[in-house]
């Protein structure tokens, strides 16, 4: 949204390539890790949501929300405090309704945040190759 009331498509094709990398690499982690979700385990409390029948670790909302405010945080610097508050409470509500452990969040925020510098380092690397 802030990037096209910014009038800004290659921020806005940054944020997208950002949140479609951090869904595809924590789906494959989840695929990989198969650990086991709280409710699975633990007959109550019971989740305050529908429950998603795939791994625990890491968390897809954590990884996303944390790769799209690292993004948004190296385009606009003074509003990055909003954007990883914002990211750090859709990551704890995870934890909040019963589908993640702490350390899933934990993990897909650290995997988020790793995702969006890899990708700003290689577009700064294609950036300079191109000569622009």
Known sequence: ML???????????????????????????????????????YATPKPLVHA??????????????????????FNAPRAAPAFFLLAAAIAWSRVYVGVHYPLDVLGGAVLGVAIALALRFLARRWRWRAGL
Not at 13 to 40: C, E, H, M, T
């Open 3 to 41: 990037a096209v009331l910014w009038r800004r498509p290659p921020l806005f094709l940054q944020v997208a390539i950002a949140d479609f990398a951090g869904q595809l690499i924590s789906y494959g982690l989840k695929q990989w890790v198969g650990r086991v979700r709280p409710n699975d385990v």
């Open 52 to 73: 998603p029948h795939d791994g625990s670790f890491p968390s897809g909302h954590a990884t996303v929300s944390f790769a799209c405010a690292t993004i948004l945080a």
